[in-house]
């Protein structure tokens, strides 16, 4: 170990990425982020043990009460292929919905996105349709 290590880990909790800092901050995709910070970060063996932690595909078929899943197929962080259609079509009480563009924050509308958001009223109308309908 070095000096500037042994100054990290008092300063830094996580001090173990630090090394990797350089790499961290060249990449250039979020999949090269992921790989350097993401899966370093939260202990992950390997990007694809995150990425499969991550993903809901095996974790749909469990959901027990409705749930609606909304987003656009031009996300870039869960890009439309990405997306497990299949699986949410499995589960009877998974309602997906896919935009073809949209956010990723929320389907912030206007200028000033400080009103309801396209999000807010499909939800709302989505527990209204449940609350009625069971």
Same mark, same amino acid.
């Given at each position: 170990? @070095?000096?500037?290590?042994?100054? =990290?880990? %008092? %300063? #830094?909790?996580? !001090?173990?990425?630090?090394?990797?800092?350089?790499? /961290?901050? &060249?990449?250039?995709? $979020?999949?090269?982020?992921?790989?350097? #910070?993401?899966? /370093?970060?939260?202990?992950?063996?390997?990007?694809?043990?995150?990425?499969?932690? !991550?993903?809901? %595909? *095996?974790?749909?078929?469990?959901?027990?009460?409705? +749930?609606? %899943?909304? @987003?656009? /197929?031009?996300? +870039? #962080?869960?890009?439309?292929?990405?997306?497990? $259609?299949? !699986? =949410?079509?499995? @589960? !009877?009480?998974?309602?997906? /919905?896919?935009?073809?563009?949209?956010?990723?924050?929320?389907?912030?509308?206007?200028?000033?996105? *400080?009103?309801?958001?396209?999000?807010? *009223? $499909?939800?709302? &109308?989505? +527990?209204?349709?449940?609350?009625?309908?069971?």
């Amino acid at each position: 170990e @070095n000096i500037s290590s042994l100054l =990290a880990g %008092c %300063c #830094f909790p996580n !001090a173990d990425i630090v090394p990797y800092l350089n790499s /961290v901050l &060249q990449a250039r995709t $979020v999949r090269e982020f992921d790989k350097q #910070f993401t899966s /370093v970060m939260f202990g992950y063996p390997t990007i694809d043990d995150y990425y499969e932690d !991550a993903s809901p %595909c *095996r974790k749909l078929k469990s959901v027990g009460i409705p +749930v609606l %899943c909304l @987003n656009s /197929v031009d996300d +870039v #962080f869960s890009p439309g292929h990405a997306i497990p $259609v299949e !699986a =949410a079509k499995q @589960n !009877a009480n998974v309602a997906l /919905v896919l935009t073809s563009c949209g956010g990723h924050i929320g389907f912030l509308e206007g200028i000033w996105p *400080r009103k309801c958001t396209y999000m807010d *009223r $499909v939800f709302k &109308q989505f +527990v209204q349709a449940i609350f009625e309908h069971g």
